[in-house]
């Protein structure tokens, strides 16, 4: 059997954020206030500015570690274990209610397109107290694959 060789990509910034686009799996790290990190398995998606956003709940640790200290990763997946992903290391920002509600749309709109209706979307995330966590990408690793190291693959 043919043994996979592990793949590192540097991209620009373009390139970056049409990789998060389509992808929406992650583990979001965010500090605690002992200074462990906290991981978080996230749904996620690319607003129109650019910035990852995750909506979630204010009571969440990882909403109460952003506040603190905005200091996050994101580890962002392909659906598939063995495809790629990237690390995306940035400054995290927490948008509460009412001044969550748009953002939550463009979330919505990101990862699922369009509501049915979007009076009843507003509606639920209202009752539902949700808030948005946004962040604003200051550096990434480049997009990898797992595998063998290259010459390694010849045995």
């Not at 590192?8 to 583990?27: D, I, K, N």
């Not at 500015?49 to 909506?55: A, K, P």
Request: neutral net charge; contains cysteine.
């Amino acid at each position: 059997m043919a043994r996979h060789v592990a793949t590192a990509r540097r991209v620009e910034r373009a390139e970056l954020l049409e990789f998060l686009r389509t992808r929406h799996r992650g583990v979001l790290m965010t500090h605690r206030a002992n200074g462990w990190p906290q991981l978080s398995p996230v749904t996620c998606g690319v607003d129109p500015e650019g910035r990852i956003v995750i909506s979630t709940y204010p009571q969440r640790a990882k909403v109460h570690n952003a506040r603190r200290d905005g200091r996050v990763s994101i580890c962002v997946q392909s659906d598939a274990w063995s495809d790629e992903y990237v690390q995306v290391d940035g400054r995290a920002e927490v948008l509460d209610l009412p001044e969550a509600l748009e953002p939550l749309v463009d979330y919505f709109r990101g990862i699922s397109g369009e509501h049915p209706n979007w009076d009843e979307y507003r509606d639920a995330m209202g009752k539902q107290g949700k808030c948005i966590i946004r962040i604003e990408i200051d550096r990434w690793g480049p997009i990898a694959t797992g595998g063998f190291p290259p010459g390694l693959t010849d045995h």
